[in-house]
């Protein structure tokens, strides 16, 4: 069974930092894409970061300069380093999972994990 483990969250202050990590189990081959969304109370869920197994990133605009997101593709596992964190900040986090490669080939599988609560408070 695949499963996506996420830990680092918390309360932090404003202008503290958090590093958020998150590792696949249960899969054998290289996920393509990993990465992180959130989702406030009240709002969407909305991509933070993602990062790809050719290094490509993409950085949503309202944490670009803030947020680094880093990737031990061997392992099927992503990072993401947030620093500078702001109150908006404030959001349960979710780790993705999107594609996986079969040899040359890429397969069509999504995944997530549960969510992990990050609070940006004083």
């Known amino acids: 069974q695949v499963q996506l483990v996420e830990s680092g969250g918390g309360l932090v202050q404003p202008g503290g930092s958090l590093r958020l990590s998150c590792a696949a189990s249960g899969i054998i081959f290289s996920i393509h894409v990993m990465g992180w969304y959130r989702q406030a109370p009240g709002k969407q869920r909305e991509l933070v970061a993602t990062a790809t197994t050719d290094g490509i990133t993409t950085y949503a605009d309202s944490v670009k300069g803030r947020f680094s997101i880093s990737r031990d593709g061997a392992k099927n596992m992503v990072n993401l380093q947030m620093n500078s964190l702001k109150p908006e900040d404030t959001a349960v986090y979710y780790c993705?999972?999107?594609?996986?490669?079969?040899?040359?080939?890429?397969?069509?599988?999504?995944?997530w994990g549960q969510g992990t609560q990050v609070t940006v408070s004083s």
């Open positions: 993705h999972a999107d594609r996986l490669w079969v040899g040359s080939q890429l397969l069509s599988r999504e995944y």
